[in-house]
């Protein structure tokens, strides 16, 4: 993961740095929010800005949008006071960190913004052998394409193969062609001059030169426009790109992984995808098997998961019943293993005591789980969320939607010890709801909890 510092790297920062580096961050400081974006815009790209709350935040996120540059901001400074925070918050911040840091704290930011720390667990046979087949053609320099459900790690499968490769101490970039626009996508991957477009004010390396002797992640490249794909096809055959409004190519050197949770050769036959790239692209097929058919993978993950959210929210290490055990591996598991990830993070912080109970993981799960196998879970766990529903819908009686999603949303919130992002993960909602949501709450004079915990723990979710 790539740390960007803004501000002056002395004493309490100068230790969030070092901690940063012992959890595995490759740390680059500059001292200023204009040295940052220049930083960004000549190709030293970063995962993460850690911002010195006496700079101009919500300046630092605007400069970088116009740039088309998106990379996620979290303040930090000495001060612990509330109103600090908000403001930093408010700014554009993800989160506010105190200073001096905490260890595990500054553990769990790196770990939220980064699919580094999620190692490749695999106890299914089918799961074990695509392992082997990436470990085997990881040091080779082929195209692999990665195909396999949404949410089914094929990220992490892509780092796996990086971090397996000849190129392991070279930069690791990412690209989600699904997220970015058409007619952006072409200067995020290959750049542009000044002056290329309005609002092109300064030279913008792109993703390719950014992984420059590294790797290259195309995510969901199903997605690209047809005519960018013939640019594409170009750089991965010729090892060259041209910036948008340059005028000679640029030499590159990168491995090309891509991602797709299509049948690519249905969308070429289709005339939605370039036969000649397809084959570029598709040189070593991996795929992933979905959640559901690796049930011995269910658990193993499950426990991962627990034991990570369990860390970042400063909690106790959370086993789970049988209970819960029988829940997940009757579920469905339609979003695979990133919504297995949601399930179990909401699951630890709504928890009451150092077990997580079928009830836990949210009546999505308990309520699917039974029509997926066709057996059912446990008398207990269905009468615990049977005693949940009888009691919610008593207290709901005579209220209006408005002054129980208000109490619904405090109530998480305070639970959450202030996180908004946790908050947010546990209602459903965008980070920019809640936080309006917020505001409202906040002009009609309601008590808001502080962007913070109590302890002075803060993670992002």
């Known amino acids: 993961m790539r740390l960007m510092i803004v501000g002056s790297i002395t004493g309490p920062l100068a230790m969030a740095s070092k901690i940063a580096m012992d959890r595995g961050a490759k740390v680059m400081q500059v001292d200023n929010i204009d040295a940052a974006t220049n ?146 996508l072409e200067s995020e991957l290959f750049g542009h001059e000044k002056g290329a477009f309005t609002g092109a004010i300064a030279r913008r390396i792109g993703k390719f030169e950014e992984a420059n002797g590294g790797t290259l992640l195309l995510d969901e490249i199903s997605e690209m426009d047809l005519k960018l794909q013939a640019k594409l096809l170009r750089a991965i055959q010729e090892r060259v ?51 559901r058919t690796r049930q011995s993978d269910i658990v193993p993950l499950a426990e991962f998961f627990a034991k990570k959210f369990a860390v970042a929210n400063g909690q106790p290490p959370k086993a789970f019943s049988q209970n819960a055990k029988d829940a997940l591996l009757q579920n469905g598991w339609r979003g695979n293993v990133r919504e297995l990830e949601n399930t179990i993070h909401r699951a630890v912080l709504l928890s009451r005591e150092n077990q997580i109970e079928a009830v836990d993981l949210g009546s999505q799960v308990v309520n699917t789980a039974s029509p997926v196998t066709g057996g059912g879970i446990s008398q207990d766990a269905l009468t615990n969320a049977q005693i949940a529903v009888s009691n919610a819908s008593v207290s709901l009686v005579g209220r209006t939607i408005e002054n129980v999603e208000q109490e619904m949303i405090l109530e998480t919130l305070k639970h959450c010890l202030g996180n908004r992002t946790h908050a947010a993960v546990i209602l459903g909602i965008s980070i920019r709801t809640l936080r309006n949501k917020l505001k409202q709450y906040q002009d009609a004079g309601i008590d808001i909890p502080a962007p913070h915990a109590s302890e002075g723990k803060f993670a992002l979710g």
């Open 39 to 184: 930083a960004l815009r000549s190709g030293r790209g970063a995962d993460l800005l850690m911002v010195e709350v006496s700079h101009d935040i919500e300046a630092l996120i605007r400069q970088n949008e116009v740039e088309h540059i998106f990379v996620p901001v979290v303040a930090c400074g000495i001060s612990t006071d509330a109103r600090t925070a908000a403001m930093a918050i408010r700014a554009g911040a993800k989160e506010f960190i105190p200073l001096p840091p905490d260890p595990e704290l500054i553990a769990a930011v790196i770990a939220a913004v980064s699919d580094d720390s999620k190692p490749m667990i695999a106890k299914d046979p089918a799961m074990i052998a695509a392992l082997k087949l990436a470990e085997q053609v990881a040091p080779s320099d082929a195209s692999i394409m990665i195909s396999g459900e949404s949410g089914v790690g094929k990220e992490v499968m892509a780092r796996f193969l990086h971090s397996k490769s000849r190129r392991a101490d070279k930069p690791f970039i990412s690209v989600n062609c699904a997220a970015i626009p058409d007619n952006l």
């Open 241 to 291: 790109i041209d910036r948008v409004g340059g005028s000679k190519p640029v030499p590159v050197d990168i491995r090309i992984i891509a991602t797709t949770n299509r049948e690519l050769i249905k969308e070429v036959n289709e005339g939605n995808f370039r036969e000649d790239l397809y084959y570029r692209l598709n040189v070593i097929n991996l795929e992933i098997p979905p959640l």
